[in-house]
């Protein structure tokens, strides 16, 4: 067997409410092959899919909306698991920063 990381991507609904929200899950998957690895995250994005009433009476929706990645990935002493490159744009005068606290 051999494992992989899924990247699930779920789109959340909120009855009367537009928003654009989406969750991104990381999903560690095992199986025999890629093509194993990319089904078995199907079904294990599609079984997270949920609906529910919230605090406000509002039905709110996870919809499963795509794997968006999927790669072999080895367990060994020090393996990455994950890295993500933020990149910032430079403000050029910032309302607050901790630089700018008067003690």
């Known amino acids: 067997m051999k494992h992989y990381t899924a990247q699930i991507i779920y789109r959340i609904l909120c009855e ?7 969750e991104e899950q990381w999903r560690l998957i095992v199986a025999t092959d890629e093509r194993n690895a990319l ?14 009433v919230d605090r406000h009476g ?34 050029a005068a910032p309302i607050w920063s901790s630089e700018t606290v008067v003690s």
Not at 39 to 45: K, M, Q, S, T
Request: proline share 2%; with cysteine; net charge negative.
């Open 16 to 22: 009367g409410v537009f928003t654009e929200q989406y």
């Open 58 to 91: 509002r039905m709110m929706e996870w919809q499963m909306i795509a794997v968006k990645d999927l790669q072999p990935c080895e367990f060994h002493n020090g393996a990455l698991l994950f890295s993500t490159v933020i990149d910032m744009q430079t403000i």
């Open 39 to 52: 089904e078995e995250a199907r079904n294990i994005g599609a079984q997270d899919a949920q609906s529910f």
